[in-house]
């Protein structure tokens, strides 16, 4: 399994060679990722490779540089720095932050963001990055108790209303 760092590769003043020069040529492409209706130009890391794949968009999509975002999603096997991987759970996030942490309620997508790590672990990782983490609800839990969980209101990931439809780890940010 890889993990990504905030440093390295994966440092701030990255650079598409970089990825290249670590990773080999052969194994990083540049694509145009199709994102709400606009195109952003993105680095792929073992783009045919859906257990490998890494997203990496640069802030500089014209010359490939400085490091903007870095997504995890799909069926990748990356681990985010503080141990946070793709399917886990609200109580295992909560064991890697030390506490409970405050989330949006679900979208029209049944996508729940975690909105704030409340000064846990996950606040502050090392390199100066942060992260963002999205969460779908078990596929059996109930539509009703998922849409009562509003977009438009915070919970706290110990509030049993949340526990109950038990969401998992469906994507990661990280980003400068």
Partial sequence: M????CNGPFSK???NL??????DPKNVTFADEDVGGSKVGASIVYPKDPKRRLEIWWQNPANRSGLYLILINGQSTWTAPGGMKLGLTLAELEKLNHKPFKLKGFDKDKTAA???WDGGALASLAGGCKSG???QPDPKASP???????ADKEYSSDDPAIRDVKPKVSEILIGY
């Fill in 2 to 5: 890889k993990a990504v760092v």
């Fill in 13 to 15: 003043d990255s650079s």
């Fill in 18 to 23: 970089k990825l290249a020069m670590v990773f």
């Fill in 114 to 116: 975690v909105s704030d």
């Fill in 133 to 135: 983490v999205s969460l």
């Fill in 144 to 150: 009703d108790a998922v849409s009562a969980l509003s």
